[in-house]
């Protein structure tokens, strides 16, 4: 019964209702984000501030709100990178911000469809965990070697997206300072949607029950079995509210008083906080 108990909280939090967050209201069309659908390649990086996001988790999906498209349906070769950024804007086209494959959250075709006016969606195949600290980088690469008549609406925002293109070369996301091909940094940041709550899904065939202790606790937790790896702390919302490298104990102090749910790559395991 208590094993029970414990898989059905860890699906409750962990599997919670999604929440969505609309950034952008301009009623502006660009070809140029998510990517730039005039040339046969491109690698674009938009930013999305912490203050504008308000919101702390996993995030699972990606939607821009096309404005206009051809007469016939458009699949695009993509790889979209998510990254918890510092920097606000970007100085010039050599500012760039790197990205590696670990920042990967999905790669395969993305389908546009035809005479549609409306959001189309990205589902990731690896959910984000954004900090809800940092700003947000979305990057995408665009590798079809062909280009499509399609447009995305956009709100005027300074400084906010770099755009490298080429009808010629296909970029290198991991070597863009060598890119001599158009670049531009500009102000048509797209309209989006994130949708938060794609956190990690439960086997119970599979899944090994961690162990904490005081539970419940005050303000110092340890856990046993696990060193020098990260752990999140999911409330029962399923919201993250904390992630940090595990070294011997976890300071929850600044934690509300209530259920949450403590995850490592070893399991999962509730927690209750005094």
């Keep these: 019964m208590k094993r029970l108990f414990l898989i059905a909280f860890l699906a409750m939090v962990l599997m919670a209702k999604a929440q969505t967050i609309t950034i952008g209201e301009g009623n502006g069309m660009t070809d140029v984000v998510p990517y730039n659908t005039f040339y046969n390649y491109s690698f674009t990086e938009q930013i999305y501030l912490a203050s504008e996001i308000e919101y702390a988790g996993n995030i ?32 010039d086209t050599s500012d760039y911000e790197p990205v590696t494959e670990e920042d990967i959250v ?3 075709p993305w389908t546009i469809p035809a005479d549609y006016d409306g959001w189309i969606t990205i589902e990731f195949d690896t ?3 954004y900090n809800g600290t940092d700003n947000l980088l979305i990057a995408v690469d665009e590798n ?8 995305f609406r956009f709100t005027d925002t300074p400084n906010t997206v770099l755009s490298y293109c080429s009808d010629i070369w296909n970029l290198n996301p991991y070597d863009l300072g060598s890119f001599v091909g158009p670049k531009e940094v500009s102000h048509y940041r797209g309209n989006i949607k994130l ?28 856990i046993n079995g696990v060193d020098n790896e990260m752990v999140s702390v999911y409330d029962d919302s399923g ?7 595990y070294n011997g104990q976890l300071d929850i102090n600044n934690l509300e008083s209530g259920l949450y749910a403590i995850c490592t790559s070893k399991g999962v395991v509730k927690m209750v906080k005094h």
């Design 144 to 151: 079809s070697a062909d280009y499509a008549i399609r447009y």
């Design 60 to 91: 699972k999906a990606v939607s821009f709100r096309l404005a206009y498209s051809y007469n016939t349906e458009h699949t695009s070769d993509i790889v979209v990178y998510l990254k918890n950024v510092s920097r606000s804007v970007f100085e």
């Design 239 to 245: 919201r993250l509210v904390m992630q940090e490298i």
């Design 195 to 222: 949708v938060f709550g794609g956190n990690v899904g439960l086997d119970e065939d599979n899944m090994n029950l961690l162990s904490v202790y005081p539970n419940p606790a005050k303000d110092m937790l340890h």
């Design 127 to 129: 959910p984000f965990a």
């Design 106 to 108: 999905f790669t395969g």
